[in-house]
């Protein structure tokens, strides 16, 4: 058998590094609980396109996973993961909060039991829905960061679920 020369050498190595590479980086992907998620009915809409380009490398410290479902995102192997293009939640009794602007519904039933917390922002067209798995414990700090994100997304002036002080 002839051997390759050291041009199909080089060729055939950096090959098999590609294919490596590819390989951890489609593992990765496939392994993250984000891709578990499915996009939402309006994922494609402006509004969440818009905010994609918005999109950190890092949030509370977590670094961004490779995700390539439309309108999703998802930081410390699934931690945190966004999904934008929902229809807005009516009015609720839901726990509420207001963070730099963006008003978030915490859904507790949806929450309990499901090792993750469920929020969705209230107020915004349409609505951006984030799952923070319960081991990333400064949920300040990623709604915050997530506030961000999602801040461009016109908010109605009369739909605030935390009621300013009259």
């Known amino acids: 058998m002839r051997r390759p020369s050291r041009r199909g050498q080089v060729a055939i190595g950096v090959g098999a590094a590609a294919a490596v590479v590819a390989g ?3 593992a990765r992907e496939v392994s993250s609980p984000a891709l578990d ?3 939402a009915a ?3 809409d402006p509004a969440c ?3 994609a380009g918005r999109y950190p ?3 509370v410290g977590e670094s961004r996973d490779p995700v ?6 998802s930081w410390g192997n699934g931690g ?5 293009g929902l229809e807005p939640p009516a009015e609720t009794g839901d726990p509420c909060v207001e963070v730099d602007g963006v008003d978030w519904v915490f859904r ?3 929450s309990a039991g499901s090792g993750y917390r469920i929020l969705i922002t209230y107020g915004r067209d349409p609505a951006v829905q984030a799952f923070v798995d319960d081991r990333i414990t400064a949920i300040d700090g990623v709604l915050v960061d997530l506030s961000d994100v999602v801040r461009p997304i016109e908010r109605s002036p009369d739909d605030e679920c935390v009621a300013a002080p009259r």
């Open 80 to 84: 945190v993961v966004l999904r934008c």
């Open 37 to 39: 998620v499915r996009p």
């Open 68 to 73: 390539s479902v439309t309108g999703v995102a």
């Open 24 to 26: 951890v980086l489609v």
């Open 108 to 110: 507790e039933d949806r």
């Open 57 to 59: 490398a890092r949030i």
């Open 42 to 44: 309006r994922a494609g």
């Open 49 to 51: 396109t818009g905010i």
